[in-house]
């Protein structure tokens, strides 16, 4: 597949439970390298916590998975949050859930229970999205032509990146892989093949769907 699901943005969420505070936080992330300073973040932040666990996935089909449960019970934390990005389908995903111990112990179960909503409740307030693999493609453009590209461009919702307008006009566009020939045959038909393309490198994008 060209595509994979990641959330949207960082995010937050604060729940109590028997005294306990939950504090959920999620990252996009693209590397492991991000973790450790993500945590130092969080540590800094909330230097009284009595626990920082948390949970990762790096890499296509959730190829790197790590978590910890930072001295709760074995099971009760990293491993929660983990089933819920195998569930979602979430890839490049960071959740970090800290906890203010309030005197009442949870158990086994509650634990669980908390802290898999703290980090849903984060994931919610983010948002997904869907990232696909592009080729980007750069077309010259007759001005000729322009204004009636333009349009077709916009109406059909391709992810225009960047128009630079010099003698003729230069448009970079986000081309799904596998509609790159019909793009070009689309393109070529539209304006009589008085267009140049050339193809650029491979980036994920979100793009609009069908």
């Given at each position: 597949?060209?595509?994979?699901?990641?959330?949207?943005?960082?995010?937050?969420?604060?729940?109590?439970?028997?005294?306990?505070?939950?504090?959920?936080?999620?990252?996009?992330?693209?590397?492991?390298?991000?973790?450790?300073?993500?945590?130092?973040?969080?540590?800094?932040?909330?230097?009284?916590?009595?626990?920082?666990?948390?949970?990762?996935t790096v890499?296509?089909?959730?190829?790197?998975?790590?978590?910890?449960?930072?001295?709760?019970?074995?099971?009760?934390?990293?491993?929660?949050?983990?089933?819920?990005?195998?569930?979602?389908?979430?890839?490049?995903?960071?959740?970090?859930?800290?906890?203010?111990?309030?005197?009442?112990?949870?158990?086994?179960?509650?634990?669980?229970?908390?802290?898999?909503?703290?980090?849903?409740?984060?994931?919610?307030?983010?948002?997904?999205?869907?990232?696909?693999?592009?080729?980007?493609?750069?077309?010259?453009?007759?001005?000729?032509?322009?204004?009636?590209?333009?349009?077709?461009?916009?109406?059909?919702?391709?992810?225009?990146?960047?128009?630079?307008?010099?003698?003729?006009?230069?448009?970079?566009?986000?081309?799904?892989?596998?509609?790159?020939?019909?793009?070009?045959?689309?393109?070529?038909?539209?304006?009589?093949?008085?267009?140049?393309?050339?193809?650029k490198n491979?980036?994920?994008?979100?793009?609009?769907?069908?």
């Amino acid at each position: 597949m060209n595509e994979y699901r990641t959330i949207r943005k960082y995010a937050e969420s604060k729940i109590e439970i028997e005294k306990s505070a939950f504090i959920g936080e999620v990252y996009p992330i693209t590397d492991e390298k991000e973790i450790d300073d993500r945590l130092k973040e969080t540590r800094t932040k909330y230097p009284d916590a009595s626990h920082y666990v948390y949970a990762y996935t790096v890499g296509r089909n959730q190829l790197v998975q790590k978590f910890s449960d930072d001295g709760e019970p074995s099971g009760t934390g990293g491993m929660p949050i983990l089933e819920i990005f195998k569930y979602k389908q979430l890839e490049n995903v960071l959740a970090i859930v800290v906890r203010y111990y309030g005197g009442t112990k949870l158990g086994t179960g509650g634990l669980k229970r908390a802290y898999s909503r703290a980090a849903l409740e984060a994931i919610d307030q983010s948002g997904i999205k869907v990232l696909t693999m592009c080729r980007l493609v750069r077309v010259l453009c007759p001005y000729t032509h322009w204004g009636k590209v333009q349009y077709e461009l916009e109406s059909n919702q391709i992810l225009i990146e960047n128009i630079d307008y010099q003698e003729d006009v230069f448009i970079t566009l986000a081309i799904p892989l596998d509609k790159i020939t019909s793009f070009k045959d689309w393109i070529n038909g539209l304006t009589a093949s008085q267009v140049m393309i050339e193809e650029k490198n491979k980036s994920y994008r979100e793009v609009k769907k069908d």
